[in-house]
T-cell receptor, first 114, second 112 residues
Framework: AQSVTQLDSHVSVSEGTPVLLRCNYS??????LFWYVQHPNKGLQLLLK??????LVKGINGFEAEFKKSETSFHLTKPSAHMSDAAEYFC????????????FGQGTTLQVKP | DGGITQSPKYLFRKEGQNVTLSCEQN?????MYWYRQDPGQGLRLIYY???????QKGDIAEGYSVSREKKESFPLTVTSAQKNPTAFYLC???????????FGNGTRLTVT
Protein backbone atom coordinates (compact mmCIF):
# COMPACT_ATOMS: atom_id res chain seq x y z
CA ALA A 1 0.00 0.00 0.00
CA GLN A 2 1.10 3.52 -0.71
CA SER A 3 1.81 5.98 2.07
CA VAL A 4 3.44 9.36 2.48
CA THR A 5 5.16 10.94 5.46
CA GLN A 6 5.94 14.60 5.81
CA LEU A 7 8.80 14.78 8.24
CA ASP A 8 8.08 18.23 9.67
CA SER A 9 4.70 19.50 10.81
CA HIS A 10 6.01 23.06 11.02
CA VAL A 11 8.90 24.85 9.31
CA SER A 12 9.92 28.43 9.96
CA VAL A 13 12.28 30.41 7.72
CA SER A 14 13.26 34.03 7.23
CA GLU A 15 12.26 35.85 4.09
CA GLY A 16 14.93 35.45 1.43
CA THR A 17 16.35 32.21 2.84
CA PRO A 18 15.96 28.74 1.32
CA VAL A 19 12.96 26.53 1.96
CA LEU A 20 13.12 22.76 2.42
CA LEU A 21 9.98 20.72 3.10
CA ARG A 22 10.67 17.02 3.47
CA CYS A 23 8.55 14.14 2.21
CA ASN A 24 9.15 10.39 2.16
CA TYR A 25 6.86 7.98 0.40
CA SER A 26 6.20 4.28 0.29
CA UNK A 27 5.04 2.64 -2.88
CA UNK A 28 5.21 -0.83 -4.33
CA UNK A 29 5.75 0.47 -7.83
CA UNK A 30 6.76 3.64 -9.63
CA UNK A 31 4.56 6.30 -8.05
CA UNK A 32 3.08 9.57 -9.19
CA LEU A 33 3.88 12.27 -6.65
CA PHE A 34 2.53 15.76 -6.15
CA TRP A 35 2.97 18.79 -3.95
CA TYR A 36 -0.01 20.99 -3.18
CA VAL A 37 -0.23 24.30 -1.33
CA GLN A 38 -3.18 25.52 0.72
CA HIS A 39 -3.68 29.05 1.94
CA PRO A 40 -6.03 29.61 4.91
CA ASN A 41 -9.66 28.74 4.24
CA LYS A 42 -8.93 27.92 0.62
CA GLY A 43 -8.78 24.83 -1.51
CA LEU A 44 -5.52 23.18 -2.53
CA GLN A 45 -3.50 24.33 -5.51
CA LEU A 46 -1.11 22.08 -7.41
CA LEU A 47 2.52 23.20 -7.13
CA LEU A 48 4.16 20.44 -9.14
CA LYS A 49 3.93 16.79 -10.11
CA UNK A 50 6.28 13.90 -10.81
CA UNK A 51 5.10 11.18 -13.19
CA UNK A 52 8.26 9.20 -14.06
CA UNK A 53 9.81 11.71 -16.44
CA UNK A 54 12.65 13.97 -15.23
CA UNK A 55 13.55 13.42 -11.58
CA LEU A 56 13.92 17.16 -10.93
CA VAL A 57 10.52 18.74 -11.28
CA LYS A 58 9.95 22.46 -11.54
CA GLY A 59 6.70 23.93 -10.35
CA ILE A 60 5.01 27.25 -9.95
CA ASN A 61 6.22 30.17 -7.84
CA GLY A 62 9.85 29.05 -7.98
CA PHE A 63 9.35 25.73 -6.20
CA GLU A 64 10.96 22.51 -7.32
CA ALA A 65 11.21 18.94 -6.04
CA GLU A 66 13.58 16.08 -6.68
CA PHE A 67 12.45 12.48 -6.89
CA LYS A 68 15.05 10.17 -5.30
CA LYS A 69 14.05 6.57 -5.67
CA SER A 70 16.95 5.24 -3.59
CA GLU A 71 15.87 7.40 -0.66
CA THR A 72 12.12 7.19 -1.39
CA SER A 73 12.01 10.95 -1.00
CA PHE A 74 10.37 13.85 -2.82
CA HIS A 75 11.50 16.96 -0.95
CA LEU A 76 10.20 20.40 -1.93
CA THR A 77 12.63 23.30 -2.16
CA LYS A 78 12.74 26.97 -3.05
CA PRO A 79 15.93 29.05 -3.14
CA SER A 80 14.47 32.16 -1.54
CA ALA A 81 11.31 32.35 0.56
CA HIS A 82 8.76 35.08 0.07
CA MET A 83 6.18 36.21 2.61
CA SER A 84 3.43 34.99 0.29
CA ASP A 85 4.81 31.44 0.55
CA ALA A 86 3.45 31.14 4.08
CA ALA A 87 0.85 28.37 3.82
CA GLU A 88 0.32 24.67 4.39
CA TYR A 89 1.97 22.23 2.02
CA PHE A 90 0.90 18.70 1.26
CA CYS A 91 2.93 15.90 -0.27
CA UNK A 92 0.71 13.44 -2.10
CA UNK A 93 1.19 10.04 -3.72
CA UNK A 94 -1.13 8.47 -6.23
CA UNK A 95 -2.62 5.13 -5.31
CA UNK A 96 -2.14 4.11 -8.89
CA UNK A 97 -4.23 2.14 -11.32
CA UNK A 98 -7.20 3.96 -12.80
CA UNK A 99 -8.81 5.11 -9.59
CA UNK A 100 -6.85 8.33 -9.40
CA UNK A 101 -7.09 8.11 -5.62
CA UNK A 102 -4.48 10.17 -3.83
CA UNK A 103 -2.88 9.60 -0.44
CA PHE A 104 -2.15 12.84 1.40
CA GLY A 105 0.57 13.55 3.91
CA GLN A 106 -0.32 15.27 7.15
CA GLY A 107 0.85 18.63 5.90
CA THR A 108 3.67 21.03 6.75
CA THR A 109 2.93 24.57 7.83
CA LEU A 110 5.48 27.00 6.44
CA GLN A 111 6.00 30.19 8.39
CA VAL A 112 7.99 33.00 6.75
CA LYS A 113 9.41 35.65 9.05
CA PRO A 114 10.23 39.15 7.81
CA ASP B 1 -13.27 30.32 -16.28
CA GLY B 2 -13.22 26.59 -15.65
CA GLY B 3 -13.23 25.43 -12.10
CA ILE B 4 -14.99 23.92 -9.15
CA THR B 5 -17.59 25.78 -7.15
CA GLN B 6 -18.48 24.78 -3.63
CA SER B 7 -21.34 26.39 -1.80
CA PRO B 8 -21.93 27.71 0.69
CA LYS B 9 -18.55 28.78 2.06
CA TYR B 10 -19.77 28.59 5.66
CA LEU B 11 -22.61 26.44 6.94
CA PHE B 12 -24.08 26.15 10.40
CA ARG B 13 -26.45 23.40 11.52
CA LYS B 14 -27.96 22.03 14.66
CA GLU B 15 -27.05 18.55 15.77
CA GLY B 16 -29.42 15.92 14.39
CA GLN B 17 -30.07 17.70 11.10
CA ASN B 18 -28.94 16.44 7.73
CA VAL B 19 -27.13 18.96 5.57
CA THR B 20 -26.13 18.90 1.90
CA LEU B 21 -22.97 20.50 0.54
CA SER B 22 -22.92 21.50 -3.09
CA CYS B 23 -20.10 20.87 -5.56
CA GLU B 24 -20.26 21.81 -9.24
CA GLN B 25 -17.49 21.62 -11.86
CA ASN B 26 -17.30 22.85 -15.45
CA UNK B 27 -13.98 21.19 -16.25
CA UNK B 28 -15.63 18.24 -17.98
CA UNK B 29 -13.85 15.92 -15.57
CA UNK B 30 -15.09 12.38 -15.14
CA UNK B 31 -13.89 11.87 -11.58
CA MET B 32 -15.03 13.81 -8.52
CA TYR B 33 -14.04 13.49 -4.87
CA TRP B 34 -15.03 14.63 -1.42
CA TYR B 35 -12.41 15.12 1.28
CA ARG B 36 -12.67 16.07 4.88
CA GLN B 37 -9.95 18.17 6.48
CA ASP B 38 -9.37 18.43 10.22
CA PRO B 39 -6.52 20.34 11.87
CA GLY B 40 -3.30 18.34 11.86
CA GLN B 41 -4.83 15.39 10.02
CA GLY B 42 -4.37 16.21 6.38
CA LEU B 43 -7.15 15.25 3.99
CA ARG B 44 -9.23 12.11 4.29
CA LEU B 45 -11.28 10.73 1.44
CA ILE B 46 -15.02 10.41 2.06
CA TYR B 47 -16.44 9.35 -1.31
CA TYR B 48 -15.38 9.43 -4.92
CA UNK B 49 -17.06 8.94 -8.26
CA UNK B 50 -15.36 8.05 -11.51
CA UNK B 51 -18.44 8.18 -13.69
CA UNK B 52 -22.03 9.35 -13.61
CA UNK B 53 -24.39 7.19 -11.56
CA UNK B 54 -21.52 5.40 -9.85
CA UNK B 55 -19.57 6.19 -6.68
CA GLN B 56 -17.33 4.44 -4.19
CA LYS B 57 -16.74 4.76 -0.47
CA GLY B 58 -13.51 6.30 0.63
CA ASP B 59 -11.75 5.86 3.94
CA ILE B 60 -14.32 7.63 6.15
CA ALA B 61 -17.70 7.20 4.41
CA GLU B 62 -19.75 6.41 7.52
CA GLY B 63 -22.37 9.07 8.18
CA TYR B 64 -22.14 10.54 4.68
CA SER B 65 -23.97 9.98 1.42
CA VAL B 66 -23.49 11.22 -2.15
CA SER B 67 -25.14 11.14 -5.53
CA ARG B 68 -23.79 11.59 -9.06
CA GLU B 69 -26.77 12.14 -11.33
CA LYS B 70 -24.92 14.62 -13.55
CA LYS B 71 -21.30 14.74 -14.64
CA GLU B 72 -20.83 18.26 -13.32
CA SER B 73 -22.42 17.79 -9.91
CA PHE B 74 -21.45 15.71 -6.86
CA PRO B 75 -23.38 16.80 -3.74
CA LEU B 76 -22.44 15.47 -0.31
CA THR B 77 -24.99 14.94 2.44
CA VAL B 78 -23.74 14.92 6.01
CA THR B 79 -26.28 12.89 7.93
CA SER B 80 -27.15 12.93 11.61
CA ALA B 81 -25.30 9.62 11.89
CA GLN B 82 -21.96 11.37 11.44
CA LYS B 83 -20.54 11.65 14.95
CA ASN B 84 -18.21 14.59 14.44
CA PRO B 85 -19.41 16.52 11.41
CA THR B 86 -17.75 19.84 12.18
CA ALA B 87 -14.91 20.14 9.66
CA PHE B 88 -13.69 21.74 6.45
CA TYR B 89 -14.99 19.87 3.40
CA LEU B 90 -13.21 19.97 0.08
CA CYS B 91 -14.52 18.83 -3.28
CA UNK B 92 -12.14 17.97 -6.12
CA UNK B 93 -12.22 16.66 -9.65
CA UNK B 94 -9.77 15.13 -12.08
CA UNK B 95 -9.43 13.42 -15.41
CA UNK B 96 -9.18 9.64 -15.47
CA UNK B 97 -6.20 7.91 -13.87
CA UNK B 98 -3.52 9.36 -11.57
CA UNK B 99 -4.00 12.96 -12.64
CA UNK B 100 -3.73 16.01 -10.40
CA UNK B 101 -6.83 17.07 -8.57
CA UNK B 102 -8.48 20.44 -9.02
CA PHE B 103 -9.99 21.65 -5.77
CA GLY B 104 -12.85 23.91 -4.84
CA ASN B 105 -12.44 26.50 -2.10
CA GLY B 106 -14.17 24.36 0.48
CA THR B 107 -17.16 24.55 2.80
CA ARG B 108 -16.63 24.99 6.50
CA LEU B 109 -19.40 23.16 8.34
CA THR B 110 -20.10 23.84 11.99
CA VAL B 111 -22.60 21.67 13.85
CA THR B 112 -23.65 22.65 17.36
Amino acid sequence: AQSVTQLDSHVSVSEGTPVLLRCNYSSSYSPSLFWYVQHPNKGLQLLLKYTSAATLVKGINGFEAEFKKSETSFHLTKPSAHMSDAAEYFCVVSEGGNTGKLIFGQGTTLQVKP
Amino acid sequence: DGGITQSPKYLFRKEGQNVTLSCEQNLNHDAMYWYRQDPGQGLRLIYYSQIVNDFQKGDIAEGYSVSREKKESFPLTVTSAQKNPTAFYLCASSGTGPKPLHFGNGTRLTVT
